[in-house]
């Protein structure tokens, strides 16, 4: 059993992430991405078809824009889990204060500045808190596992979460 929350000018917890989640969150992060990709490959095959293709190059590409896609975000999320999983099963202490959200696991800790959070919404098992950006302009997102968390415990890591700052405020519940 993992300890459970506390409050003492802080909020301080452990969770543990599951495969099944971060394959979510990693679609979730690609998914735009490749949808992008998708929607360009689409339109080249119907700028190939009016412009009279004479083989098959536009019927590749509208098949490549479809497939392609839905190959990698159903493909990539789970190699990447393979790949990490000796990573994913641990305890991760987290640490809420007024710096930011500190995560600690195994000898390593990240912090996650208040500045850095644009937005955080509530999805199935954890809440994301979206931060910086991709090259695509799309934010990069980080998860809280709240599985170990009472449904009263994750009411308020959420409102501890969205009350840092304007941004958060706005953000609405996914």
């Keep these: 059993m993992l300890p459970r929350m506390e409050d003492a000018g802080q909020l301080t917890f452990q969770a543990q992430m599951d495969p099944k989640l971060m394959k979510a969150l990693l679609r979730r992060v690609l998914f735009p991405i490749l949808a992008v990709g998708g929607a360009v490959m689409l339109a080249m095959a119907a700028l190939l078809y009016w412009a009279g293709d004479p083989g098959d190059a536009a019927l590749s590409t509208a098949a490549g824009g479809v497939i392609a896609p839905l190959l990698l975000l159903f493909t990539v999320p789970p190699q990447v889990v393979k790949r990490d999983a000796h990573k994913i099963g641990r305890p991760v202490a987290y640490r809420i204060d007024a710096a930011g959200v500190h995560s600690t696991s195994g000898f390593s800790t990240k912090t996650l500045e208040w500045s850095a959070i644009k937005a955080v919404h509530r999805a199935r098992g954890q809440i994301l808190l979206s931060h910086g950006r991709l090259s ?18 994750q009411d308020r890591l959420l409102a501890v979460l969205r009350s840092r700052g304007a941004a958060l405020t706005n953000a609405p519940a996914s």
């Design 136 to 153: 695509s302009g799309k934010r990069w997102m980080s998860s809280i596992p709240t599985a170990d968390l009472t449904p009263a415990e």
